[in-house]
């Protein structure tokens, strides 16, 4: 039997906690289907956004982060709890799975999302370098229940300054001096 952590914890499909040492340790495993996904997973996924709505604490959204078959991070829909904006479930999935693997990078994992990632979170999908995404409903099933995000794909297709939020270019020369600095620094972290 997996013995219990006094580190953070999230929370795993069987309801057990899950801590870091535990998901790597391979506790708690679920079996996963070669490439083609487990429906357990995105089941977890739904059962979480579902509750999310029912209890009251956030939006129709949920995943997780599944490495080597087993659930390492899980995460719902907080914008309106948190008052955060960028707390989508798959962010907060992404941030609990690298805390739980004590990495920024998940390469070897899956995401699991009980609907197709917005841009921002399909953005973060692969800044965390994901293997896979699996989802649920689709952007058009969002866009029914009212979360449309045909304008943001509309407004990248626009130069930045066409946007409906303008975007424009100030002290390009010296903000260029913080890349030189990453370029030159011997003690970076490249991700």
């Known amino acids: 039997m997996c013995k219990r952590s006094t580190?953070?914890?999230?929370?795993?499909?069987?309801?057990?906690?899950?801590?870091?040492?535990?998901?790597?340790?391979?506790?708690?495993?679920?079996a996963a289907m070669s490439g083609k996904g487990n429906p357990e997973f995105l089941r977890r996924a739904i059962r979480l956004a579902t509750e999310n709505v029912t209890s009251g604490?956030?939006?129709?959204?949920?995943?997780?982060?599944?490495r080597d078959g087993e659930i390492v991070g899980e995460g719902v829909n907080t914008v309106t709890a948190s008052l955060d904006p960028t707390a989508h479930g798959e962010v907060n999935a992404i941030r609990a799975a690298a805390r739980a693997l004590g990495s920024f990078s998940l390469a070897g994992c899956e995401l699991y999302t009980s609907c197709e990632p917005c841009p921002m979170c399909l953005a973060a999908c692969h800044w965390a370098r994901l293997d896979r995404v699996f989802y649920g409903a689709s952007a058009e099933d969002a866009a029914r229940a009212g979360f449309d995000d045909a304008l943001l794909y509309e407004e990248f297709r626009r130069e930045p300054g066409a946007r409906k939020l303008p975007a424009t270019q100030l002290l390009g020369e010296e903000a260029w001096q913080s890349f030189a600095a990453w370029l030159a620094s011997p003690v970076k972290i490249e991700y």
């Open 57 to 66: 604490r956030g939006g129709p959204f949920a995943a997780v982060v599944v």
């Open 7 to 30: 580190k953070p914890q999230v929370q795993m499909a069987e309801n057990k906690p899950l801590t870091p040492r535990r998901a790597r340790r391979g506790c708690g495993r679920l």
